[in-house]
């Protein structure tokens, strides 16, 4: 049986999950059910597919998505890291949070909103960094699922061809036949 190459279909399905994830602002096609995720997982599918001699079943599909999510939830934890430590997205941040605070209807929302601002305002890079951490955590295992979702979508859309039929006398082919 042929082994498939797997990296390079996983790497730049990861590099599509994991800078798609992360990059501001197109990363909010991440709000239509993990968007890149899943697009990152295909894409790494449609590699694989189109490199390979045989057909891909369902279970390389979801390997190559497992392999492109590792690879994206990791290029995602960091970039949070690197985004939480940054002054410059924090500042941001603050800012789209005090519109939506000066948008809120109910006062106490708003009280409650710009004290949370001030307190996050107030934030060392390493305090910013410890918070994010678990919600890293979280969204790279998210990915993950999703990107294997992907990939399995991927040999569903992507693989036209059959897989060859097994030999049912091979071993784990079915076993001998009794007589």
């Given at each position: ?145 999703f990107t294997v ?31």
């Amino acid at each position: 049986m042929n082994e498939l190459d797997l990296k390079r279909p996983a790497i730049i399905g990861g590099l599509i999950v994991g800078l798609g994830s992360v990059i501001p602002i197109v990363s909010l096609l991440n709000c239509c059910f993990c968007a890149w995720a899943l697009i990152g997982g295909m894409m790494a599918t449609k590699l694989l597919v189109d490199s390979s001699p045989r057909a891909i079943a369902n279970a390389d599909g979801a390997k190559v998505g497992a392999f492109a999510g590792m690879i994206g939830g990791g290029i995602y934890f960091f970039g949070q890291m690197l985004l939480s430590m940054s002054s410059t997205a924090s500042s941001m941040m603050l800012k789209v949070l005090e519109q939506i605070a000066s948008n809120a209807n109910n006062p106490e929302v708003q009280e409650l909103m710009q004290q949370a601002i001030e307190q996050a305002a107030n934030q060392s890079a390493a305090q910013r960094v410890i918070g994010a951490l678990p919600l890293s955590v979280i969204g790279g295992a998210i990915l993950l699922g999703f990107t294997v979702l992907g990939g399995l979508l991927g040999v569903k859309f992507f693989e036209k061809r059959q897989p060859a039929p097994q030999n049912p006398y091979s071993p784990g082919g079915g076993g001998w036949p009794n007589p």
